[in-house]
């Protein structure tokens, strides 16, 4: 998230210095080379906008913001220590009169009760007087080129009405959308946990729907193109929700509820009925492989797309994995290709080798489980031509028209 900001910034303000602990990604950037967004020949580095692992270059700006990771911990509490280390090397830096904002993703009262602390513990300097808090959260959506940093309206807050008027002014040249200015920090941080938990309760709502209907045998999609049709009904699709963001924030805010003694219900049944769905998928191709007779053990499966959604390289907390490892856990010998994600961190991660797509030829199930446009941009014929006869296709996110779908080949899709 930050790269983004920091260039849409360099457009507007003479001296942006983009700090980063990561050495090989700050080589990159300052090459020109996004290995999170790769572009051909790379992307060029205004004049104004530099690229830096030393601390000591942060100590000329008068301006902070902070974009680091906010993941939850192996029991899917807030892991903050990305965010307190960044309070740490800020307050290593930080003069008087400077102002510091927060993008990432956190629960309400983490910048004013948790960031400002911190800097004034490593500073010396008082919170609100000596230097002061702004939070602006981030909404980009990656992958997607129509709902970019430059067209979507953001979100300013300061801990103080002048403060409010500076997080504006740096923000409003480079927001064309423009900017809503909320009425408190601890607003603007709920509202950006709101958004994205109302969207992982609406997937989870399609779901559960998808579940039910399933089992009464309609095809989940086909209800939506007939709902969909009524004006005030919200289009949301089943899937795995996967990624740091829906899968993550929801936690955030459940944690800090349960903390002021409140246990979120509908929240937490959303979590966790999305997080069961690669579970779900996997018992799903095992029931079809058995209705196809010959066994299950040792049958090859290809997974298509392993990343946390379509058209994007990040696999982080992707449920794909999930379902490969449940596939082998059930004898099966599943195969996974992407095109998009890289080979060397996929298998750092999660201990899974990548193959090609001809690996994937005369596979007995298919699954597509991430839609990438590069799969479907490929003649059908050849995408059908990866599974047997008999054979079975999982279509996760019902991107393919079953309509389409040979003989031979036996197609559920959620
Ligand atoms: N990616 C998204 O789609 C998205 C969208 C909206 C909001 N957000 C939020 O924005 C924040 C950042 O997300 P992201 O996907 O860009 O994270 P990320 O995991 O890509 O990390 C961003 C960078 O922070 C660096 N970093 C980690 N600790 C650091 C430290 N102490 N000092 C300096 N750099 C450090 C990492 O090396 C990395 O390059 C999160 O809170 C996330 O929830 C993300």
Redesign the pocket.
Known sequence: ??LPLAQALAGAHSDVIA????TA?VEGLSAGMDR?EPEEGGFEVPASLSFTTEVSDLAAASVYIV????PIDGDQRPDLR?LQ??CG?IGGVISKGDLVIF????YPGVTEEVCGPLISEHSGLKAGTDFTLGYS??????GDTVHTFATMMKIVAGQDAQTLDRVAAIYDPVVPAGLHRATSIKVAEAA?VTENIQRDLNIALMNELALIFERIGVRTADVIDAAATKWNFQRFTPGLVG???IG??PYYLISRAEALGYYPEVIRAARRLNSSMSQHVAQRAVQMLVHLGNGVAGRKVGVLGVTFKEDVT?F?NSQVPEIIRQLHDFGLAPVAHDPHADVDRFREEYGIELRSWEDLVGVDVLVLAVPHHAFLGRPRDELFALARRPGVIIDVRSALNPAEVPEGINYWSL
């Open positions: 998230m930050g700090f980063d602990t990561d990604r999170n974009t680091v990771p906010t990305p280390a960044a090397t993008e990432s993703t956190v959260p981030e909404r980009i959506n990656p950006k990624g740091h963001c993550v924030d990040d982080r």
